[in-house]
């Protein structure tokens, strides 16, 4: 259990870059999932709002602290992939629009991992 003075100590800067891409991930995730909605209300692909919901809730679990987020934010990337590769097969131009933001945002949450990984649930501590 933390000390009074351990609780009080100013967050590391892991944290800060958790909780600043948990938002942008959510934020992210608010878009897709409204232009998603939408798309699918003309008759278009469910991609958008699928992917929207995973990035929103990652993003959730991310702010949470919780390693959840990741494994969902690699989820949402694989789909990503599937998606890219159906759509415009393997046409490598075609693929770098729908392909490098979601893979830089992946590289930030690998970098995450360490800080997520140590962390553990209250439900596991023991006292």
Do not use: N
């Amino acid at each position: 259990m933390p000390s009074a003075s351990q609780s009080s100590a100013p967050r590391k800067v892991g944290h800060w870059a958790i909780m600043l891409l948990a938002a942008l991930l959510a934020l992210i995730g608010i878009v897709l999932l409204g232009g998603g909605i939408y798309l699918i209300s003309l008759g278009g692909s469910w991609y958008y709002a699928l992917a929207g919901l995973l990035l929103l809730v990652s993003g959730v679990f991310l702010f949470r602290r919780d390693r959840t987020g990741a494994l969902i934010y690699g989820a949402t990337w694989l789909l990503t992939l599937v998606w890219t590769i159906w759509e415009v097969q393997f046409d490598w131009w075609a693929w770098v629009p729908r392909m490098v933001a979601p893979t830089v945002l992946l590289v930030l949450v690998l970098l995450c991992l360490p800080a997520l990984a140590g962390r553990r649930s209250s439900k596991h501590q023991t006292a």
